[in-house]
Every structure is written in C-alpha cells, then in structure tokens.
C-alpha cells in the first residue's frame, strides 16, 4: 500500500518533492541521470530548448527560477552549453520544487524556487560507488569522520567527450577542445546534543575551444559555491540555522589569431548572511522567521590582452547592490480539515557605490549621468511580499487549495539569444531598472484514490507580472556601458492550467502531465503597444512517464514529450540591397517553432549482488523514432543566390550504456581480548 501523500493534507500549493531514486530509471541523454531535465516532466515546467537544461515555469523566463544548492545560490546550471546540468545525482539527497507560490522563507525569483539538498555521507560506514558511461563517468565516497557523530560526501564527475574529438580524421576537429568536470564535498559534525555544523561546496568548469592554423577560439565557465550552516536546538520547539554563504559563476573567452589574442572575463560573486528560526508552539501552530542579506557583485565584461598590437584594455565598470530580505511565517491547523500557511516578506535592494548612473530619453539616448561613490547607497527599493495558502479537505483523500503570492527579483538576466548561452549578461536594478514584480493567483483541487496508489491535481493560475524586460530593435547588449539605454520595460501575464495523474501501482510507477497554458508581454515600444507572446510561451506541454518492474532486477522505461514550438521572430518578407537578400522583420514573436516530440526508452539491470558489492547496467535510447526537431531555423540565401531557409537539429537516436557500482568497504573484525 502507497503511504499517505502530503501532497493532498498540506497547505503548501504548487510544489513538487522529487524522488531521487525513481528519477535514477528514467532515460536522458547520453544515459546521464539529470535531475533539471526530470524537472521539466512536470506540469507547469517546460524545457527551455532541445539538449537544454534551461526550464521555464508558469510562462517565466529561465532567469526567473531560483536554484539553491544548500542553499547557494547557483547562476548558470548546465554543462557544455546546456546538454547537462550542474547537478551530479550522486551528491543529491532531495528535490523540491516550488512554482511561485513558494514559502516566505525564499525569495528573489518570480517563477519557482528549485532547493536542492546534498546528502551528508554515511556515519557508520565507509562506501566507495559510481558509473562509467559512454560519454561521461563519475566516482564518490562516504564515510564517518566520526562514527555516529560526524560524516563526509565526495563526488567528481568528468565527461570524456574530448578523447572521442581526438579520434577525429580531422585536424581542426582534433585540435579542438570539449569537456566538463564537476566536485561536490559535504561534510558534518555533532559538537554535542544540541550543535551541528554542515560544510559544504561544489566547483564546477566548462572548456570548450575550437583551434586550426591560424585561429583558436574558447571559453572557459563555472560555478563555485560554499555553505557553511550551523544548526542549533534551543528546546524542543525552538531550532536555528545560520548560513554562511558565497556562490561565484565566471566565464573567460579566449581569441587567438596570427595578430592579436586577447581574453573577455567576466563574473557574478554572492555574498549571503542567512539566519532562520522554527517554533513549534503547539501541533496546530508553528512560526518560521528569518532573514537573509546578500551583497551582490557584478563585473559585466572586460578585455585583456598580452600582446604589443594596439588594443586598449577595456573594462566595463562593476556593479554593486545589497539586497535584503526579512520574513514571517506562520503554518495554523485551526480545524482538522483546514490548513492555513499565511506570511509576509520584506525585500529591499539598494544600489551600492562605487556606482555611475545615466538618465535617457525617450529614444534611449543618454542625457545626463550621476555618480555614487564608494560605502554610499543610491536608489533603494522596497517591497512588501505577502503569501498564502489555504487548503479544505472536505472529505478524506480530497482537498481544494486557494493561494496567492507576490514576488520580487532585483537580478535580471538579458539575451538577445532564443536559446541561452552562459556569456548571457547579468545585471542589477538601478536608478532605471526597476525589480520586477508577480502576482499570482492559484486555485487547485488534490485527491489520491484506490489506496493511495493514484494521485491526481489540477491546478490553474493567473500570473500578473510588472517592470518586465525587453529590447529596442537593433539593441547591443555586448559590452555596452549604457546598456540600460537599449531596455524597455512593461507588462506580463501567464495563465493556464495544469493536469497530473502519478500512479504507482503492483509493478508500474509514472506519471502523466498536461499543460494549457499562455505567456504574454505587453512593452510600449514593441507591436504597436499590444500584448504579444512571449519567447517562452507554448499553448499545449505534453510529459508521460512509464517505469515498469518486469522482475525484481529488471526494469523498463519510457519517456514520451510533445509541446508547442516557442514563439520566434521570423521575417514575412525580403529586400535587395546591392543584389543581397536582407530579411525584414516585423512583429514580434509572431510566428513558431514546429512542433516538438520525442520518445526515450530504456532498461536498468541490477545485476547479482555480491559481499558488499552492488552494481547495475542501464542502457537507454534517446529520440527512438528519429523526430528532427528543429533547434535553430535560420533564413539567407544558397548559392544561387535564391531565398533559402536552413532547419538545423542536434540529436538523431541516440543510444548510450552505463555502468553503475557500490562497494561497501567492510569493517575490521575486532580481535578477541585475552
């Protein structure tokens, strides 16, 4: 018999709380288990692009999710240009994930809140395990530091990708460079019966070069983060966390040619303070409250060189700001059948010095420019963010769920790419840019049938969303020191509705979702002043998930997707100019993408277990039926000179095998005394 599903009896609304263990069966690319491309099965969630680890979330851009892992926050969450995520499956512990109805606790994302937590190691006994896949392979080990007192986690993870370019009969190809590799650590400690300190980290790089005779290209991109958290037991109703947090994502490109090499640098450093308190005042109250304070650094590009040709070194002025935010929660029970989680948050950004600051017209053009020097604050922004939810089992195994939400983000990601790149630029909310802010307003109804082996929601929402972000025709978002010039900035709402059915029943466990959903932008300046859609914006998102136990050692699975292709901008229509085909486009984002779908099977094997020593194979098939979905569709001309238009896609099938392993390493046999 399933055990009771929280999902339904919880006030909590719009989350979702993976399970690492199902996740590990369904089959990815390449046969690396990745816990980002499982999010975007669930309703509500749709991927940001073929071999991209990129989400959207109820009609959100990608930089409108926040994505913690032990509680850092993580910036740029894909390796090789989005083909996998950040995240090693070996180092997570769970998954939550929180579509915009998050509790007061989170803040500064519009969309979600994705809190990842690693696993602390084992305390009693030391194991070593991994996999060895055809592209990629991966090795951890745990252990006690102090038996039953104190533990440790490391894993390593490296793609070989590389050695497999090398093979190449082409030189360019085999000069070229493409791999990743990735550390998480965790460590812990018991002081005594009421103290305990977490460490914990991950580093992570990128490289990816492309070299011939005369020229070389690369870039170089990562992400490190370091939480130190110490937890602290007043009574038995009184617990503490406090955080110590640094999070730092940076990339350099690297240009090489016969007369002049020079590298672009840029990065993205956190510095975090975060205090949380629970009281368990009595079963039908518990109060949250906390704080966090974050300094945010932002160096948006600059250009170094070694070489004696005439380049000026050229660097774009960093940016400062301070964010903080304080919040109150309080999860009531009033009756049995009534759940209420009400809260309030404060958020305010100040832009810090030093700092220079410009006032544009109309049409962009800068008018007037101010400065703020070093330890002064410039415009402050201050922000109420009230959240709640309420949830009404009428009836055993069926509830109704009402909640609203208001979110904040003073951090904001700009791309003039539909696909994200990790040199996109990030910056801060200024004297111009103000923070973008969401309502939204969710009702749902939850019941789990047949013994709790089924269990169905449906959700709808209505997401009003203000000082959002787009660009005037022609902008240049690269290495433009009044870039806020180019930035327009209006209105959004997405709505829609949301199905999912899980079952997990005698040998077959999945899920079923569907999405109906709009996501639109309404900024004076573009299509005439008139709401249009917005990149991330598809009407139907189809996830269907089957995992079959076929013995106890053997299992089958299925991955089925299907969504409408994103809103894009393409020209209706052409021009000459000196015998040159030139696209003229229009509206924006008025047409699509072709449709996307895409079948996966495949196969976990748990081969016989030996002394301490357990080990299994999966094999699996990406995109079965060969669909070629288009990743790119550019327009230009063949060499005729006639009007051409070019679909490109990644991935024909794709079939890959790993091998995973456990080995326990057994304890000492202790020797009899005399």
Not at 173 to 185: G, H, K, P, Q, V
Not at 361 to 373: C, M, Q
Not at 613 to 630: D, G, L, M, Q
């Amino acid at each position: 018999v399933a055990r009771k599903n929280e999902t339904v009896t919880r006030a909590q609304m719009g989350a979702v709380k993976m399970d690492v263990k199902e996740m590990e069966k369904i089959p990815v690319i390449f046969g690396e288990k990745d816990l980002l491309k499982t999010l975007q099965l669930l309703p509500g969630v749709k991927s940001a692009g073929e071999g991209n680890s990129g989400f959207y979330v109820r009609g959100g851009g990608t930089d409108q999710n926040l994505i913690l892992l032990d509680e850092a926050p993580v910036y740029n969450a894909s390796h090789l240009l989005g083909f996998f995520s950040t995240f090693n499956s070996d180092a997570i512990k769970d998954v939550t994930l929180y579509k915009g109805n998050s509790p007061a606790e989170y803040g500064g994302r519009l969309s979600s809140t994705v809190d990842i937590k690693m696993k602390e190691g084992n305390d009693k006994k030391y194991v070593i395990g991994g996999g060895l896949g055809l592209i990629s392979s991966r090795l951890y080990v745990e252990g006690p530091i102090v038996k039953n007192k104190g533990s440790f986690l490391i894993t390593g993870r490296r793609t070989y990708a590389d050695l497999f370019i090398k093979a190449s009969k082409d030189p360019n190809a085999r000069n070229s460079t493409l791999f990743f590799y990735d550390i998480n650590a965790k460590a812990n400690y018991r002081i005594d019966e009421r103290n305990r300190i977490f460490i914990s980290g991950y580093f992570g790089r990128d490289k990816f070069g492309i070299k011939n005779d005369v020229s070389a290209f690369g870039l170089t991109y990562g992400n490190i983060t370091g939480t130190v958290r110490w937890n602290h037991i007043f009574s038995d109703k009184l617990f503490s966390n406090t955080s110590v947090i640094v999070n730092d994502f940076d990339y350099t490109i690297d240009i090489n040619t016969s007369n002049f090499n020079f590298q672009v640098k840029s990065q993205l450093i956190d510095y975090n303070i975060k205090q949380d308190l629970q009281y368990y005042l009595n079963s039908k109250h518990t109060l949250k409250m906390g704080f966090i304070t974050t300094m945010h650094t932002i160096r948006p590009g600059s250009v170094e060189s070694q070489d004696t040709f005439d380049l000026d070194q050229y660097s774009l002025k960093r940016k400062y700001g301070w964010e903080n935010g304080i919040y109150i929660q309080h999860e009531w029970k009033p009756i049995k059948q009534i759940e209420i989680n009400y809260g309030l948050r404060l958020s305010t950004f100040s832009v810090a010095g030093p700092h220079d600051y410009y006032t544009f017209d109309s049409e962009g053009n800068t008018v007037d420019t101010g400065y703020i020097p070093v330890g002064k604050f410039g415009k402050t922004y201050v922000n109420l963010e009230p959240r709640f939810t309420l949830s009404y089992n009428f009836v055993p195994d069926h509830s109704f769920k009402v909640a609203y939400a208001r979110n904040t983000q003073s951090i904001h990601q700009l791309s003039n790419s539909s696909i994200g790149f990790p040199t996109d630029i990030w910056v801060l909310s200024s004297n111009n840019i103000k923070p973008q802010i969401a309502d939204q307003v969710s009702l749902g109804y939850y019941t789990t049938f047949w013994k709790n082996h089924f269990e169905l929601s449906v959700e709808g929402y209505y997401k009003h969303m203000y000082n959002q972000i787009d660009y005037r025709n022609g902008a240049e978002l690269v290495a433009n020191e009044e870039i806020e010039g180019d930035l327009l900035y209006g209105t959004g709402r997405a709505y829609g509705g949301e199905f999912y059915l899980k079952m997990n029943v005698w040998k077959m466990s999945g899920w079923i979702s569907y999405t109906l959903s709009r996501s639109e932008r309404k900024i004076p300046g573009v299509n005439n002043n008139t709401y249009y859609a917005a990149k991330q914006d598809r009407t139907h998102d189809v996830s269907a998930v089957l995992i079959y136990q076929i013995i106890p050692r053997l299992s089958v699975s299925a991955t089925f997707v299907y969504s409408t292709g994103n809103a894009v901008t393409f020209p209706p229509s052409k021009y000459y100019i000196n015998n040159t085909i030139v696209p003229m486009y229009t509206e924006r984002n008025a047409y699509r993408m072709p449709a996307y779908h895409r079948l996966d099977l495949g196969l976990n094997y748990d081969l016989k277990t030996r002394k301490n020593y357990e080990h299994s194979i999966t094999f699996s098939v990406y995109n079965v039926y060969y669909r070629k979905n288009a990743y790119i569709i550019s327009f230009g001309s063949n060499d005729e000179g006639q009007p051409a238009i070019t679909k490109t896609y990644l991935f024909p099938v794709v079939p890959s095998l790993t091998y995973n392993f456990k080995f326990t390493v057994p304890e000492a046999k202790k020797k009899p005394k005399k």
